[in-house]
């Protein structure tokens, strides 16, 4: 067996050590923040912080925490994420069962489907999204943020692609017992697709949690910003224009530990989800990209 | 007679069909259910595209879509003739194009080096490793970067201290934040994007390396004349598929890493269409630029699929 011979064991070491030098480069910047994060503020502002926190003290995080901004937006981020994840899944789980039934069942089928790929294909664009979210007085609500995006019509296909799979023995059971389409998609289908609709409302939740230009679109008043849009603005722009100059803030912010906490806090939610998501984004993701 | 055929039959199964057709002519519930999305994508995804007709005229916010003057192509005519955006067109171009050619080669042989780990515990590590950076914010991530490339920071250090090299303005130099710009995308994508070539090796049939390996090929033989072209098609259509991104340069990571310093190098049609465009009102002349990009796509987008159609036999629908 090739596997055997010396060559082939030495590339393996060699092969191993490359690998995990790769995997271990993609977590480094992270472990790099949370131990700038905490860490005491001289030596982090001086940069003698590598992987390991120095003089270690959560003085960075009780700022944070009692920094009335940042909870603000930060609440608000979770709003939205709750508010936006749950639009979504409703709104893609009832098209998407309507649209696993074949077209002997709901005949206008094909004329709905070419509706929402063409909206994958073709968009307006920011600027006259932009101009119509004006148009309808959504400046500076939360529905400006949830609602454009709400129907996400790749996740939609595979949702309609699960409940197709779906044995056809189970609804016509349900249906000899007189249940309609609402009775048969919540008490037949929707439990069966449980796990799918996990794996996709955590796709939603991320995607959620990580959205910052629509805050910065569509909201005037920077009390009103998500948590990623008040990161970026104060962050990565450092544009206080639109903030007023508080004091505390800039204090709050030429420190690097804090900075450090508030993108380590911003990180957490996602990397709290992640073990879940990875176990299956592999099987649906490779479902909808790859077909035999 | 039609009282007594109807007689015959078992009450049971009567009801049953008279139900069974019922519910399929009953298709109101199956309407209703597509009606949040439909209205959702009515407003949101339809309305838009009528925005679109500003690119044609001197939108005026006070005169409204419709009360605005028609200029024709006016737009498209100032943006050919316009330095800045010529510049901003070949920037997109370039740093698009280094990341589709980087992100198609650098996952492909990520698979292939994953792929001959026999342990699946390291390969589960490992795969767990590289997968997480595609799921967080540019935000969060250029916060990180734009700290840990700053001249003082970690990077530089590092590179001072073992090499004695001077410290490099990664986001502040034009030919540096190219480089910079396309490096972390690598960094974040390619991990993700080795799932796909993955999928393709699990799907290789094992016969073919027994049969290599009873003819007395190596390993790397095998990978030569078995795995690599077994891959071929998929890489094909990925990367066909891929020139529709050609002016998509990714404005999220643009907009967080770069700065005024770096606008004559690394500014992307997107992050120029946000800052002409909305933040100083030039509404028509940045719907026309986005106009430009989106055709442009679509264009290499069809083209792209009818050659992956054409080499590989890659059907969409």
Redesign the interface.
């Known amino acids: 067996?090739?596997?055997k011979?010396t060559?082939?064991r030495t590339?393996?070491v060699f092969?191993?050590l490359?690998?995990?030098l790769?995997?271990?480069?993609?977590?480094l910047?992270?472990i790099?923040?949370l131990a700038?994060s905490f860490s005491a503020s001289a030596p982090a502002n001086a940069?003698l912080?590598?992987l390991w926190p120095v003089d270690f003290n959560v003085e960075s995080y009780t700022k944070t925490m009692n920094n009335p901004n940042f909870l603000r937006a930060f609440l608000i981020a979770i709003e939205r994420t709750a508010l936006g994840t749950f639009i979504t899944m409703?709104?893609?789980t009832?098209?998407g069962?309507?649209?696993s039934?074949d077209s002997?069942?709901?005949?206008s089928r094909s004329v709905?489907a070419w509706?929402?790929v063409?909206?994958m294909?073709?968009?307006?664009?920011?600027?006259?999204?932009?101009?119509?979210i004006r148009n309808?007085h959504m400046m500076d609500t939360i529905w400006a943020l949830v609602?454009?995006?709400?129907?996400q019509v790749f996740n939609?296909i595979l949702l309609m692609n699960f409940f197709k799979a779906t044995p056809k023995e189970l609804e016509e059971a349900a249906?000899?017992d007189?249940a309609?389409?609402?009775t048969i998609?919540f008490k037949v289908y929707l439990p069966l697709a449980l796990p799918a609709i996990a794996t996709l409302s955590l796709f939603s939740i991320?995607g959620n949690?990580?959205?910052?230009?629509d805050g910065l679109?569509y909201i005037n008043d920077y009390r009103n910003y998500p948590l990623?849009?008040f990161?970026?603005t104060i962050?990565?722009t450092q544009d206080f224009s639109k903030l007023n100059p508080d004091v505390n803030e800039l204090k709050n912010i030429s420190q690097?530990t804090v900075?450090?906490a508030q993108?380590f806090i911003?990180?957490l939610p996602?990397l709290l989800v992640?073990?879940y998501?990875?176990r299956f984004f592999?099987k649906g993701?490779?479902l909808g990209?790859?077909?035999? | 007679m039609q009282t007594t055929t109807k007689a015959l039959r078992a009450p049971g199964i009567q009801s049953?069909q008279a139900?069974?057709k019922g519910?399929?002519r009953?298709?109101w519930?199956?309407?209703l259910?597509?009606l949040?999305?439909?209205i959702?994508?009515l407003?949101?995804?339809?309305?838009?595209?009528?925005?679109?007709v500003?690119a044609f005229k001197d939108f005026k916010?006070y005169d409204g879509?419709w009360g605005s003057a028609w200029v024709g192509l006016e737009h498209f005519r100032f943006m050919f003739e316009y330095p800045d955006s010529k510049q901003v067109i070949i920037n997109t171009a370039l740093i698009a194009g280094l990341k589709i050619m980087f992100n198609i080669a650098v996952p492909f042989i990520?698979a292939l080096?994953?792929n001959?780990?026999?342990r699946s515990s390291?390969k589960r590590?490992?795969?767990?490793?590289?997968?997480?950076?595609y799921?967080?914010?540019w935000?969060?991530?250029?916060?990180?970067?734009?700290?840990?490339l700053a001249s003082?920071?970690?990077v530089n250090?590092l590179l001072n201290s073992w090499f004695g090299i001077e410290p490099i303005l990664f986001l502040g130099e034009g030919n540096w934040f190219r480089f910079t710009v396309v490096l972390s995308d690598v960094?974040q994508q390619f991990?993700f994007g080795t799932?796909?070539y993955?999928?393709?090796l699990a799907?290789v049939n094992p016969s073919l390396y027994e049969a290599a390996?009873v003819d007395g090929a190596?390993?790397w033989q095998?990978t030569i004349h078995v795995t690599i072209p077994s891959l071929i098609p998929?890489v094909i259509v990925v990367g066909t598929l891929a020139m529709g991104n050609i002016l998509n340069a990714d404005?999220?990571q643009i907009?967080?890493l770069y700065n005024p310093l770096v606008y004559e190098k690394g500014d992307i049609i997107?992050t120029f269409?946000?800052r002409t465009?909305?933040l100083n009102g030039q509404?028509s002349f940045?719907?026309a630029v986005?106009?430009f990009k989106?055709v442009v796509g679509?264009v290499l987008i069809v083209i792209g699929y009818r050659i992956a159609y054409k080499l590989a036999d890659?059907?969409?629908f």
């Not at chain 1, 949690?209 to 230009?213: I, Q, R, T």
């Not at chain 2, 590590?125 to 950076?133: D, E, G, I, K, N």
């Not at chain 2, 935000?139 to 840990?148: A, P």
Request: with cysteine.
């Open positions: 067996m090739y596997y011979s060559g082939y590339f393996t092969n191993y490359v690998l995990l790769a995997g271990t480069l993609c977590v910047p992270i790099h923040i700038v940069h912080v590598g409703s709104v893609i009832l098209a069962y309507a649209l039934k002997s069942a709901l005949r709905y509706f929402f063409f909206t294909l073709f968009n307006g664009g920011v600027i006259p999204t932009y101009i119509l309808l609602l454009p995006g709400a129907v939609m249906l000899i007189g309609g389409h609402f998609l991320v949690w990580n959205a910052w230009f679109l990623a849009t990161l970026q962050i990565v690097r900075k450090a993108i911003g990180i996602v992640y073990p998501l990875q592999v993701i490779v990209a790859v077909k035999e | 049953g139900r069974m519910f399929l009953r298709t519930p199956l309407h259910m597509l949040p999305a439909v959702l994508q407003i949101f995804g339809y309305l838009p595209l009528g925005g679109l500003i916010p879509i990520f080096l994953l001959e780990v026999r390291v590590t490992v795969q767990t490793l590289v997968y997480l950076p799921f967080i914010s935000v969060f991530l250029g916060g990180i970067l734009t700290d840990m003082d920071g970690i250090s960094w991990g799932i796909v993955l999928a393709a799907g390996e190596t390993r095998q998929i404005f999220d907009f967080n997107d269409v946000y465009g909305i509404y940045g719907t986005g106009i989106s679509f890659y059907k969409i």
